[in-house]
Every structure is written in C-alpha cells, then in structure tokens.
C-alpha cells in the first residue's frame, strides 16, 4: 500500500507581497545613462547594435582534416604555402588537383571543380 503524501500547511497568515516585484527607481536610470556616457568618453562600445557591426561573409571552409605525418612534412608543406603565399587550405587543394590531373583522373576533376565553383 502506498504511503500517504504529507499535506501541505499553508496557513492564512502568508504575506504573498513579499513575492511582487520590486519597483525599479529612477536612480537607476540616472545611473546607467551616467555609465553610458563614461564609458563612450573612455573608449568603450556598446554592444547593443550589433546589427550595425559590418559582417565578415561566411567562410566555405568549415569541415577540418587532421592528417598524421612527419614533422618534417608538415614543415615542408607549410613551407610550401608560404612560397606560393596560400594559406594552408589552398596549399591542400592546389596539391588534391595536381594529383588529379596528374594521373589523369577525370570524374574526380569533375567533382574537384564542382566543389570548388561553390565559393
């Protein structure tokens, strides 16, 4: 048989006041626009606008490939991108299509274009 729950003893001298708001003062308001306008005389942005912050458009490079190799390889292909001046990413994919078009694999070039066209 299952126990009988314990019955709640809510009295009629509760005071619910104690759970309503507390009414914000004007003082408040006089402080944050005081702080405000410390803050833009010493430099700082607020981070309210964002929407006027200019956007950086969204990068196609977004999956990584962690490659296992020697420590000199991996000096030696970014030894690579620096004489070429690319970055990693286009080292990696100028490297993917020489192999392609070395040995000549044209479905595979096909798709390397396909992928490379959606920037």
Do not use: W
Not at 29 to 39: F, G, H
Not at 40 to 66: A, C, D, I, M, W
Not at 83 to 93: A, G, I, P, Q, S
């Amino acid at each position: 048989m299952a126990k009988e729950r314990a019955h709640l003893d809510l009295s009629d001298d509760l005071d619910v006041s104690e759970f309503l708001p507390l009414k914000k003062e004007r003082t408040q308001e006089i402080e944050t626009k005081t702080l405000e306008r410390v803050a833009e005389q010493s430099g700082f942005v607020s981070r309210k606008h964002k929407s006027q912050r200019r956007r950086k458009p969204q990068s196609p490079y977004k999956t990584q490939l962690n490659v296992k190799c020697r420590e000199e390889m991996k000096e030696l292909f970014q030894d690579i991108g620096n004489e070429l001046d690319f970055h990693d990413r286009t080292t990696f994919e100028q490297a993917l299509l020489a192999i392609i078009e070395k040995y000549e694999l044209s479905e595979l070039l096909k798709r390397y274009r396909e992928i490379v066209q959606e920037k």
